[in-house]
């Protein structure tokens, strides 16, 4: 099956930015490991800082045969464009926070994306990703 993982503003920065709460991984290695983990599988990997952006590649894939893994960082606690993207498309959207947002701030707690997402996986690391890819083949082997 074919699965996206979008991620948004300044998760380019993983690996640099706050190694205490995001870690001390690179994405990009992550997704190489995932790649040989899900080998058998197409998986495709975009980030963007910019919220249009975003919501093009969803318009672009997610009418597809295809599971969409979305941490959306900040854009998650803001944007109801973004929102309105995941209800939209026809794939079932994954939402992760590497971080445990509900142990941070409270702005961090609300969630414009969770209601219009299958699920969230929130605080285990980059490990939700692959939690999530997991549960999305699953799900997508499942559908006819
Ligand atoms: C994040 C949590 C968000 O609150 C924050 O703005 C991020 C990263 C996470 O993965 O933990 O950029 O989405």
Redesign the pocket.
């Known amino acids: 099956a074919e699965i996206h993982i979008v991620n948004?503003?300044?998760?380019n920065l993983l690996g640099r930015r706050q190694p205490e709460?995001?870690g001390k991984q690179h994405f990009e290695a992550f997704f190489e490991e995932l790649k040989e983990r899900f080998a058998g599988h197409r998986l495709h990997y975009f980030q963007s800082n910019s919220e249009g952006a975003l919501i093009d590649y969803l318009h672009k894939v997610g009418f597809g045969k295809v599971g969409i893994v979305l941490?959306?960082?900040?854009y998650?606690?803001t944007s109801i464009a973004l929102a309105d993207a995941v209800a939209a498309i026809a794939a079932p959207v994954v939402e992760?926070?590497?971080?445990?947002?509900y142990a941070?701030e409270s702005f961090?707690h609300h969630s414009y994306l969770a209601p219009v997402c299958v699920g969230s996986i929130?605080?285990l690391g980059f490990a939700g990703y692959a939690l999530a890819v997991q549960y999305l083949l699953d799900a997508l082997q499942h559908e006819k």
Not at 8 to 11: E, I, M, T, W
Request: net charge positive; aromatic share 4%; charged share 10%.
């Open positions: 948004g503003p300044n998760l709460i995001y941490n959306a960082g900040a998650t606690h992760v926070h590497i971080s445990n947002v941070r961090r929130v605080g």
